[in-house]
């Protein structure tokens, strides 16, 4: 702590012998010694108390560090997002449902239903378009199949070679 050599302390016990006096001198000896002991133990508690303090600000600021924490995992909705993004695209398939709707105009009453084309079958005769109410009376527009007149069964059907 002090830079102090043998010589110098010897120098200083020398001049407290000369001073003080070979009588009183060990008593003042152990007066200082008390002194320093006190001091020393003054200086620990201090520092003690010191970092106790820092200890306990360090404590308040992680506490708080884990209550924001907390409350962020409170507040935390991992499917929030999702909702969202879900709700974005309901409301825009809504809008292209709804708008398409809006753009064509609405059958008038008595009206036809407009020409259906049947599906191509390979190697058959083309056909002309069929009107729906044509459909419904034959049974083909609910599902149900009506035997074509000039339908070859398939046993009897030639097959290329």
Known sequence: MFDISWSEFLLIGVVALIVIGPKELPGVLRTLGQYTRKVRSMASEFQGQFQEAMREAEMAD??????????????????????????????????????????????????????????????AAPTAPVERGDLEATGEASGQS????????????????
């Open 62 to 123: 992680l506490k708080k560090q884990v209550d924001d924490m907390a409350q962020d995992l409170k507040d935390f909705d991992p499917l929030k997002e999702v909702k969202s993004d879900v709700e974005a695209m309901s409301k825009d398939i809504e809008r292209s449902l709804e708008a398409p709707a809006e753009a064509k105009p609405a059958p008038e009453a008595g009206a036809t239903a407009p020409a259906v084309e049947a599906p191509a079958v390979e190697g």
């Open 146 to 161: 009506a035997p074509a007149a000039d339908a070859v069964p398939p046993e009897k059907a030639e097959r290329p070679a």
